[in-house]
């Protein structure tokens, strides 16, 4: 079964909306977690990692004021896309180690009209 | 900084045949190496992992094998089924943390079984 659950699977929302992702770890602590993003036939991105009781680390490139992630349990992170436009438009997924690999979530796919 | 390159990016084969995806990265300081399966639309199945000690890891009908010197891992499919029919993606992590960390994508391989 999953050990990562990821909600929602799919948001569609208008432009300037900002829009909630949760990522828990099931069964098990996660002090880190991590959030990629993946745009059409892409490959998976590293944006930013989640660190429980302390500020996340923002990849290069990725505004930290734009997508705002909070750590606040060991089974909980959550990243908000404030105020989406289209180009935000994506599919965001989560990832969770355990042991030595990592778990992901089934991923949300946002669309911004 | 490290970069994961994997061939061919499409493959279509019949139903039965033995196939090969090939992930090729340029840093060979990795803690591990997995393989992830990743259909339309869905999220990641982990389908092997490999500790960067060891050459090869076998589940089933896959095998992966690790070169970490030539910074190579291949994915062998045996006997390839319609329901093996998505994308495959390698990634690694670095070195450094003592535990699974970030990892750096592949830029995937898009398998298609026909019948």
């Known amino acids: 079964g999953a050990v990562v659950s990821q909600h929602p699977s799919w948001v569609i929302c208008k432009s300037g909306t900002s829009v909630k992702i949760e990522c828990r770890s099931l069964?098990?602590?996660?002090?880190?977690m991590f959030w990629y993003r993946q745009f059409p036939k892409q490959s998976l991105m590293l944006m930013a990692t989640?660190?429980?009781?302390?500020?996340?680390?923002?990849e290069q490139g990725v505004e930290k004021d734009k997508f705002l992630i909070n750590h606040a349990s060991l089974t909980l992170s959550t990243l908000t896309v404030t105020s989406a436009h289209p180009e935000d438009s994506s599919f965001y997924i989560c990832s969770a180690p355990r042991g030595r690999s990592q778990h992901f979530g089934d991923g949300t796919r946002l669309s911004i009209l | 900084k490290q970069e994961v390159t994997q061939i061919p990016a499409a493959l279509s084969v019949p139903e039965g045949e033995n196939l090969v995806l090939n992930c090729s990265f340029t840093d060979s300081a990795i803690y591990n190496l997995q393989w992830f399966r990743q259909d339309p639309g869905k999220g990641l199945t982990s389908l092997l992992l490999?500790?960067?000690?060891?050459r090869e890891q076998t589940s089933g009908r896959l095998n992966a094998s690790l070169d970490k010197s030539s910074g190579r891992s291949t994915l062998y499919i045996a006997a390839s089924q319609p329901g093996d029919s998505a994308t495959y993606l390698c990634?690694?992590?670095?070195?450094?943390?003592?535990?699974?960390?970030?990892?750096?994508f592949g830029t995937g391989t898009r398998l298609q079984v026909t019948l």
């Open positions: 989640s660190n429980e009781g302390s500020k996340a680390t923002y």
């Open positions: 990634a690694v992590s670095p070195v450094g943390t003592g535990t699974a960390s970030k990892l750096t």
């Open positions: 069964d098990f602590q996660a002090t880190t």
């Open positions: 490999i500790q960067s000690s060891q």
